[in-house]
């Protein structure tokens, strides 16, 4: 079936440093991918998705190239922020079978330190 | 934007009762809502998808005995879980799609459910 593996956490950065959060999909299909947010006591929050191969993503910073020869969606930001503290996930899914079900990453757990 | 608020927010029954937890999507029409339960370890496992005019489908380990859920509008959607035990605690999330063809869940800030 479908999955997505991503970095194994915890991540620690100095503020100012740059972040980069290893993300791997395999399905046989034609997924989109995104990449979520998840802030302490809240669910996760859409960061930015990637419908097509070949093109890139980008909200408040980060951004992901959606890589389908690498199936890879590697998420990166070249200047961390304390605020940036957060659980990501990376997750796909595949509309093409009738199912839109999200599959998530274990999750990436990034912590700033100021 | 697309708003989903989920109720309560926290909850504490004691084993082998039940709760209810409710969400609720503001701003947009839910026309599908996936309900996944986020372990202390902070993994994904979904419960169910439920598209509004079609049947409920349930993944394996979960079932309609055990998470009953409703979807009678495109704002609402509820799910019960029943005869609660320890294995059963964890943070609930709604995920609410927009449309038919639109991959995108817009989540809900979760319902923890502590178990007793």
Redesign the interface.
Known sequence: GDSVTQTEGPVTLSEGTSLTVNCSYETKQYP?L?W?V?YP??????LF?V?KANEKGSNRGFEATYNKEATSFHLQKASVQESDSA?Y?CAL?D?SSG????I?G??T?LTVMP | GAL?Y?YPRRTICKSGTSMRMECQAVGFQAT?V?WYRQSPQ???E?IA?STVNSAI?YEQNFTQEKFPISHPNLSFSSMTVLNAYLEDRGLY?C?A?VGI?Q????????TRLLVL
């Open positions: 989109t995104f979520y998840q006591g809240e669910g996760p929050q859409l998705k419908p659980v996930y899914s509309g199912s839109w079900q999200l998530f274990s999750g757990q | 989903v989920q599908s996936a902070k993994t994904f979904l998808l489908k999330l995920g799609r063809n991959d995108t869940q817009y989540f809900g800030p979760g």
